[in-house]
């Protein structure tokens, strides 16, 4: 099983900060990755797949990077609805994995 | 427009049993694998099983096996959750989410399903 582990767990920021969280796998890939944003009593909404491509209707201050083991979330200047909870997943090998996620709160 | 409704909360007793549902609709369900993530309380997401309605090929995550049973009906396009007993332990979120093929998408989600197991 691949796992990923995030970091920091918890990132306090102000709004226009830039924010840019990790993901780390235990195995090397390279394409199956995503990253996911949830809001309290919300389903996950897919922000970014396969390492750097982002979904439809995603704003451009989200992107995507990374290879092998580590992979990066940047929001390069923080809105007020973008202070919630982000997971990567890969697909990459069953069973498919989450992060444990990285809480971005507002300091 | 593609979506996936859910059946509703749910609760039960330790040992009952439970069947949740997901009702696709806007694309052609058979053309398209379909999976349940959970999500325990106040905690993050795994990824439980998958199914492929056109045959019935499931994956079903190895820390699950034997506790949950996946299956698909594609005459009424629905996907279906099911547990022949419960445990406290089984109290989550769930979600139904439909994965893209050969690539890590997954942009379509249920709105939950909050299964709560009490005595």
């Known amino acids: 099983e691949v796992v990923l582990t995030q970091s920091p767990a918890t990132l306090s920021l102000s709004p226009g900060e830039r924010a840019t969280l990790s993901c780390r796998a235990s195995q090397s890939f390279s394409t199956y990755l995503a990253w996911f944003q949830q809001k309290p009593g919300q389903a996950p909404r897919l922000l970014i797949y396969?390492?750097?491509n982002r979904a439809t209707g995603i704003p451009a201050r989200f992107s995507g990077s990374g290879s092998g083991t580590d992979f990066t979330l940047t929001i390069s200047s923080l809105e007020p609805e973008d202070f919630a909870v982000y997971y990567c997943l890969q697909r990459t090998s069953w069973p498919w994995t989450f992060g444990q996620g990285t809480r971005v709160e507002i300091k | 427009e593609v979506q996936l409704v859910q059946s509703g909360a749910e609760v039960r007793k330790p040992g009952e049993s439970l069947k949740i549902s997901c009702k696709a609709s806007g694309y052609t369900f058979a053309s398209y694998w379909i999976g349940w993530v959970r999500q325990l309380p106040g905690k993050g997401l795994e990824w439980m099983a998958i199914?492929?309605?056109?045959?019935?090929?499931?994956r079903i995550n190895p820390s699950l096996r034997g506790q949950v049973t996946i299956s698909a009906d594609k005459s009424i396009s629905t996907a279906y959750l099911q547990w022949s007993s419960l445990k406290t332990s089984d109290t989550a979120m769930y979600y139904c989410?439909?994965?893209?093929?050969?690539?890590?998408?997954?942009?379509?989600w249920g709105q939950g399903a909050l299964v709560t197991v009490s005595s």
């Open positions: 396969d390492v750097s």
């Open positions: 989410a439909r994965p893209e093929t050969n690539t890590a998408m997954a942009r379509y």
């Open positions: 199914i492929n309605p056109h045959d019935s090929d499931t």
